[in-house]
């Protein structure tokens, strides 16, 4: 069992960047693939990225390659999202997730603990 607290959102010029912060607590955080999901008002959730337990392999939906990077850091119990040359379409509450000794996946019945969430805005 783990615990997500997600950070670093905030409100930035499209064009510009942020990096988000998922910090577990939990002796078993190594063992969890972790995925980051974004939710706009009005829409339903989506997928962004996620990785593996050893933070070797990656997979991204389609709308953030190229732009997003997701890795971890076992040692500080930390995934990251970096996210650059954002969009005003990137606008949302992104949270971060867990799933128990997975490959990275979209699928968002595998990830059983949730962060609460932070606010992305991205302005035009």
């Known amino acids: 069992q783990v615990q997500l607290v997600e950070s670093g959102g905030g409100l930035v010029q499209a064009g510009g960047s942020l990096r988000l912060s998922c910090a577990a607590s939990g002796r078993t955080f190594s063992y969890y693939a972790v995925g980051w999901f974004r939710q706009a008002p009005g829409k339903e959730r989506e997928f962004i990225a996620s990785?593996?337990?050893?933070?070797?392999?990656?997979y991204y939906a389609d709308s953030v390659k190229g732009r997003f990077t997701i890795s971890r850091d076992n040692t500080k119990n930390t995934v990251y999202l970096q996210m650059n040359s954002l969009k005003p379409e990137d606008t949302g509450v992104y949270s971060c997730?867990?799933?128990?000794?997975?490959?990275?996946?979209?699928?968002?019945?595998?990830?059983?603990?949730w962060g609460q969430g932070t606010q992305v805005t991205v302005s035009s």
């Open positions: 990785i593996n337990r050893s933070g070797g392999s990656t």
């Open positions: 997730a867990a799933a128990w000794n997975t490959i990275p996946t979209y699928l968002i019945s595998k990830y059983e603990h």
